[in-house]
């Protein structure tokens, strides 16, 4: 493995870093999507809440050429979830108070971060790569580690990434969703999807 010292070492990763080039997150062309599953009673009925998130920003510095990125993080306001599916007002908002004020508890911790400063690049064909985030995802007061895999198609200077993951409430500490009585229940389980078009900056 070569090694560099001293104004070598300066040098070369000012050259590293010189051929990335930065894009930031279009949020009005994005969606981040938190889908949660009935458990018992409604189970049966596939009422299964879906919540979108309105507030969120992130960056990225990408070379398509050498198939490297990195320094991607994500910063969403907990605060701006609502739901998606077609169902009341009341019920609606009722939701959306408790997810906001007993779930996540966005007065004390209004922020969700996904941050990965490692990223590994690989080429599918053409314009079309794959993308493995090594990140960690602070939320609701715990940092954990949380791998996430991208599909990632560049336009020009534009990149749209899409995914999904798998989380459970219960490694961050979130107390199990009830709603009306307890008629409905969601599981630990949590389904996130995403859509991210950035663009190039400067």
């Avoid at 919540?51 to 490297?68: C, I, Q």
């Avoid at 969703?177 to 969601?186: A, E, M, P, R």
């Amino acid at each position: 493995m070569r090694e560099f010292r001293g104004a070598a070492f300066i040098d070369s990763m000012e050259t590293a870093n010189a051929t990335l080039v930065h894009y930031v997150l279009d949020t009005r062309a994005s969606r981040f999507t938190v889908q949660a599953f009935a458990t018992g009673l409604l189970s049966a009925m596939g009422h299964n809440p879906t919540l979108g998130v309105s507030n969120f920003a992130g960056a990225v510095d990408f070379n398509a050429e050498e198939l490297r990125a990195a320094g991607f993080r994500l910063t969403m306001q907990a605060g701006s979830l609502s739901v998606q599916d077609d169902i009341s007002d009341k019920d609606r908002n009722e939701i959306e108070r408790l997810t906001k004020e007993q779930i996540l508890e966005v007065a004390k911790y209004p922020q969700i971060v996904y941050d990965a400063p490692d990223v590994t690049v690989t080429q599918l064909e053409g314009s079309l790569y794959k993308a493995a985030l090594d990140g960690s995802l602070s939320c609701h007061g715990v940092t954990r580690r949380q791998p996430v895999s991208a599909r990632i198609a560049m336009f020009g200077e534009m990149l749209r990434a899409s995914g999904e993951l798998t989380l459970r409430q219960s490694d961050y500490q979130i107390k199990p969703f009830s709603f009306g009585g307890g008629t409905l229940k969601l599981k630990d389980e949590l389904k996130v999807a995403f859509e991210m078009v950035s663009r190039k900056q400067g």
